[in-house]
């Protein structure tokens, strides 16, 4: 299965290719997306994302997860999650949410197995 591209980005709206529904912050994976709810695992954008909120891409057998931050990079990323990303044998790339998008459609587009999350508003 591929990765879906992500169709468009901006301000609290996102769009996955394939996918009728429209998002504020998603997670994508391979042959699938769905909207990143934080209350599900309490994250707040500090301390940030938490390992809790990437398991379910993880499972999914990606070889890279890319973070989108924000449009202002407001969300963080503490280096115990970077830390467990790493230790699942995966890599993990960090980025202001457009850049982040940017690189995931170009991993997706050279048909890897690439997974995200993305915030889309601060």
């Keep these: 299965m591929s ?3 992500i169709a468009s ?3 609290g709206h996102m769009k996955v290719k394939g996918c009728s529904t429209s998002y504020k912050d998603c997670k994508v994976w391979p042959g ?3 909207a990143w709810d934080w209350r599900e695992t309490g994250t707040n954008h500090h ?3 938490q390992p809790s909120d990437l398991e379910e891409i993880l499972r999914k057998g990606v070889q890279t997860l890319v973070i ?3 449009m202002s990079e407001a969300l963080q990323v503490p280096p115990s999650t970077l830390d467990y990303v790493k230790k699942q ?3 993990v790339q960090v ?3 457009e850049q982040a998008v940017r690189e995931y459609n170009a ?3 050279k048909g890897e197995k690439v997974g995200g999350v993305f915030h889309s508003t601060c």
């Design 68 to 70: 989108g931050r924000g």
């Design 47 to 49: 301390p940030g994302v």
């Design 9 to 11: 980005l901006s301000w």
């Design 89 to 91: 044998g995966v890599d």
């Design 3 to 5: 990765s879906p591209e």
């Design 95 to 97: 980025f202001q949410t």
């Design 107 to 109: 991993l997706a587009g």
């Design 32 to 34: 699938g997306s769905r």
